[in-house]
C-alpha cells in the first residue's frame, strides 16, 4: 500500500498518527505549513524554548489560532487541535504520541529527546542531523532493541542520498559516489556569522526581515554542514570518506560521473565507494554550468557493457569510458516533505535512512588561534568549523567532535588549522553523548588504541 493510501485509510479509521514536534524553526516550520493539507497526521504537540515564537512561527505559515489552542494534550486529542508548549520530555511521555520529530538542531538535546523517546516506545525522526552525527549509530541500535524506528529526515539531503544509494544498490549497481552539492570555496572555511550573508549570497536585510540564524546558515558556508551531512550518509550506507575529508570539487550536473569517478579511472575520487560534497563554484569564484547546489547524487558504474550502453541510450550523463553514469536529484524541499518519514516510520516500520556503524564523524578545526580560556561557540561560529573524517582517524587523534564544541573552554592553545582533541578542553553537559560516543569507539579497536 503506498504511503497516501495508508494514511487516507488511518484517517477513515479516526486514527491518524500522532506526531510530536520538538523545534520550530526554518525546518519545523516548512513541515507545519504542510500539516494542514497532510491527510492522516494530526500534530499533537509542538514542545520549543519559546512558545511566543512557535505561535509566531505557526502564524507566519498561514495556520489559523484556533487550530493552535489546546491547553494539554488531552484537549489536543479530543478537539483535533495542537498543544504548543515548553517542555519538550512532556510532549515525548504522551502516551498517543507515536512519532517524535527533533528539528531542534542542538544536538546535545537531540540526543536527550531521542534516548527519551525511545524509552518511551516512540519512533525518533531525526531531522537534528548534528546529532545524528555525533551518535547516531548508538541511537539506531538503542531504537532497534525497543522495537521502534530510528529515521534520518526526508527531504533533508542526507535522506535524499541514502535513497539513491538504496536504490542504486537494489538495481545491481556499484556506487562509486554519493552525495550533494554546495556552494564552496577553500577561504569560506574562516567564514564568521558577521561574513556569512556576503558568503552565502543573501541580502542582510532579507535575512534580518525573516529572522534567519546567521550563525546556521554559516554552517552551511564554512564546510561544517557538509560535514556533518556526509558523516550521516557514511554511517548510514557504507560508503566513506577519504583519507584528508571532503575536496569539494567544482562540478556540474553533466560532469558528475566524469569527476566523481576513481582516481584510477581518471576522476578525483580517493577510492571508489566514496562520500563527496561538489561546488557550484569553481576555484576562482565563477559559477559551475548546471550546478547542484542544492541537490543531490549518485555515481553508479554499470556492470557489464549491455547495461553500459543502455546508461547512454536512456540519456544518463555517462563519463569518457561509458563505464560511470550519475543520477541526480536537482532540489530538496528539507521540512516540505518531511512527511514521508512520518509516514514511513509509522506506517511501515521502516526509516528513510538510518546510521547502521560508525564509519564517519565530523570533527572540529580551528579557524583561528585559539587560546586557554576561551570558550568555543560551536557550529557556525567564530571559533570552528567541522572537517569530514574516516571514524577511526578521528578515534585515534582524539579529535573533538563538532557536535561538542559549543560551550567546551579550551585548556591549551591550539594552532589555526589544527584539529582540537579532547585533550585540549574541558566540556559542557556532555555525559549523556560521552557515553555513547565510548559505544562506537570498539568499532576501531587497533586505531583507538
Same mark, same amino acid.
Given at each position: 500500500m503506498?504511503?497516501?493510501?495508508?494514511?487516507?485509510k488511518?484517517a477513515?479509521?479516526?486514527?491518524p498518527?500522532?506526531?510530536g514536534?520538538?523545534?520550530?524553526?526554518?525546518?519545523?516550520s516548512?513541515f507545519?505549513?504542510?500539516?494542514?493539507?497532510?491527510t492522516?497526521v494530526h500534530?499533537?504537540?509542538?514542545a520549543?524554548?519559546s512558545?511566543?515564537?512557535a505561535?509566531?512561527a505557526l502564524?507566519?505559515?498561514?495556520?489559523d489560532a484556533a487550530r493552535?489552542?489546546?491547553?494539554?494534550?488531552d484537549?489536543a486529542?479530543?478537539?483535533g487541535?495542537t498543544?504548543v508548549?515548553?517542555?519538550p520530555? %512532556?510532549?515525548?511521555a #504522551?502516551?498517543?504520541v507515536e +512519532?517524535?520529530?527533533? !528539528?531542534?538542531? @542542538?544536538?546535545? *538535546?537531540?540526543?536527550r529527546?531521542a534516548?527519551a523517546a525511545?524509552d518511551?516506545?516512540k519512533?525518533v525522526?531525526?531531522v537534528?542531523?548534528e546529532a545524528d552525527a555525533?551518535?547516531g549509530?548508538a541511537? %539506531?541500535r538503542r531504537? #532497534?532493541e525497543a522495537?521502534v +524506528?530510528y529515521s534520518? !529526515?526526508?527531504g @533533508?539531503?542526507p *535522506?535524499?542520498?541514502?535513497?539513491?544509494v538504496?536504490w542504486?544498490r537494489?538495481?545491481?549497481?556499484a556506487v562509486?559516489?554519493?552525495?550533494?552539492?554546495?556552494?564552496?570555496?577553500?577561504?569560506?572555511h %574562516?567564514?564568521?556569522?558577521?561574513?556569512?550573508?556576503?558568503?552565502?549570497g543573501?541580502?542582510p536585510?532579507?535575512?534580518?526581515?525573516?529572522?534567519?540564524?546567521a550563525?546556521?546558515?554559516n554552517?552551511?558556508?564554512?564546510?561544517?554542514k557538509?560535514?556533518i551531512?556526509m558523516?550521516a550518509?557514511?554511517?548510514?550506507?557504507g560508503?566513506?570518506?577519504?583519507?584528508g575529508?571532503?575536496?569539494?570539487?567544482?562540478c556540474?550536473?553533466?560532469e558528475?560521473?566524469?569527476?566523481l569517478?576513481p582516481s584510477?579511472h581518471?576522476?578525483?575520487?580517493?577510492h571508489a565507494?566514496?562520500?563527496?560534497?561538489?561546488?557550484s563554484l569553481?576555484?576562482?569564484g565563477?559559477r559551475v554550468?548546471?550546478?547542484l547546489?542544492h541537490?543531490?547524487?549518485?555515481?553508479?558504474e554499470?556492470p557489464?557493457?549491455?547495461t553500459?550502453?543502455c546508461?547512454?541510450q536512456?540519456?544518463?550523463a555517462?563519463?569518457?569510458?561509458?563505464?560511470f553514469?550519475?543520477?541526480?536529484?536537482?532540489?530538496?524541499l528539507?521540512?516540505?516533505?518531511?512527511?514521508v518519514?512520518v509516514?514511513?516510520?509509522a506506517?511501515?516500520g521502516?526509516?528513510?535512512?538510518?546510521p547502521?556503524?560508525?564509519r564517519?564523524?565530523?570533527?572540529?578545526?580551528a579557524?583561528?588561534?585559539?587560546?586557554?580560556?576561551?570558550v568555543?561557540?560551536?557550529?557556525?561560529?567564530?571559533?570552528v568549523w567541522?572537517?569530514l573524517s574516516p571514524?577511526?582517524d578521528?578515534?585515534a587523534?582524539g579529535?573533538l567532535?563538532?557536535?561538542?564544541a559549543h560551550?567546551?573552554?579550551?585548556e591549551?592553545a591550539?594552532?589555526?588549522g589544527a584539529?582540537?582533541?579532547?585533550?585540549?578542553v574541558?566540556?559542557a553537559?556532555?555525559d549523556?553523548?560521552?557515553?555513547?560516543?565510548?559505544e562506537?569507539a570498539p568499532a576501531?579497536p587497533?586505531?583507538a588504541a
Amino acid at each position: 500500500m503506498s504511503l497516501y493510501a495508508a494514511l487516507a485509510k488511518r484517517a477513515r479509521d479516526g486514527r491518524p498518527v500522532r506526531v510530536g514536534l520538538i523545534g520550530a524553526g526554518k525546518f519545523g516550520s516548512m513541515f507545519l505549513a504542510q500539516v494542514p493539507t497532510m491527510t492522516g497526521v494530526h500534530v499533537l504537540a509542538i514542545a520549543d524554548l519559546s512558545v511566543e515564537r512557535a505561535r509566531a512561527a505557526l502564524n507566519r505559515v498561514g495556520w489559523d489560532a484556533a487550530r493552535a489552542a489546546a491547553a494539554g494534550i488531552d484537549r489536543a486529542l479530543r478537539d483535533g487541535t495542537t498543544w504548543v508548549c515548553d517542555d519538550p520530555m %512532556a510532549v515525548i511521555a #504522551a502516551a498517543p504520541v507515536e +512519532v517524535v520529530i527533533d !528539528a531542534t538542531g @542542538d544536538p546535545l *538535546a537531540g540526543v536527550r529527546h531521542a534516548l527519551a523517546a525511545i524509552d518511551h516506545g516512540k519512533h525518533v525522526v531525526m531531522v537534528n542531523v548534528e546529532a545524528d552525527a555525533l551518535v547516531g549509530p548508538a541511537l %539506531a541500535r538503542r531504537a #532497534a532493541e525497543a522495537g521502534v +524506528v530510528y529515521s534520518l !529526515a526526508y527531504g @533533508d539531503q542526507p *535522506a535524499l542520498i541514502c535513497e539513491l544509494v538504496d536504490w542504486a544498490r537494489a538495481c545491481g549497481f556499484a556506487v562509486a559516489a554519493a552525495g550533494k552539492g554546495t556552494k564552496y570555496l577553500p577561504a569560506f572555511h %574562516a567564514s564568521t556569522p558577521e561574513t556569512v550573508w556576503a558568503n552565502f549570497g543573501i541580502d542582510p536585510d532579507e535575512a534580518a526581515r525573516d529572522r534567519l540564524n546567521a550563525q546556521m546558515f554559516n554552517s552551511f558556508i564554512d564546510g561544517t554542514k557538509s560535514a556533518i551531512e556526509m558523516c550521516a550518509v557514511a554511517n548510514a550506507t557504507g560508503l566513506t570518506p577519504a583519507p584528508g575529508g571532503l575536496t569539494f570539487p567544482p562540478c556540474g550536473t553533466e560532469e558528475l560521473a566524469t569527476v566523481l569517478r576513481p582516481s584510477s579511472h581518471g576522476g578525483s575520487l580517493h577510492h571508489a565507494g566514496q562520500v563527496e560534497v561538489v561546488s557550484s563554484l569553481q576555484r576562482d569564484g565563477s559559477r559551475v554550468e548546471r550546478d547542484l547546489r542544492h541537490g543531490v547524487y549518485v555515481v553508479i558504474e554499470a556492470p557489464n557493457d549491455y547495461t553500459a550502453r543502455c546508461l547512454r541510450q536512456y540519456g544518463l550523463a555517462i563519463d569518457p569510458s561509458g563505464r560511470f553514469a550519475a543520477m541526480y536529484k536537482p532540489y530538496h524541499l528539507i521540512g516540505l516533505e518531511l512527511a514521508v518519514s512520518v509516514a514511513s516510520a509509522a506506517l511501515r516500520g521502516e526509516p528513510t535512512g538510518a546510521p547502521a556503524a560508525f564509519r564517519a564523524d565530523a570533527v572540529a578545526v580551528a579557524k583561528r588561534a585559539l587560546a586557554p580560556g576561551e570558550v568555543l561557540d560551536g557550529e557556525g561560529g567564530y571559533s570552528v568549523w567541522g572537517r569530514l573524517s574516516p571514524a577511526a582517524d578521528s578515534i585515534a587523534a582524539g579529535a573533538l567532535p563538532i557536535g561538542l564544541a559549543h560551550g567546551a573552554r579550551i585548556e591549551r592553545a591550539v594552532a589555526k588549522g589544527a584539529v582540537v582533541t579532547l585533550k585540549d578542553v574541558t566540556l559542557a553537559g556532555a555525559d549523556q553523548a560521552l557515553a555513547l560516543r565510548r559505544e562506537l569507539a570498539p568499532a576501531h579497536p587497533a586505531r583507538a588504541a
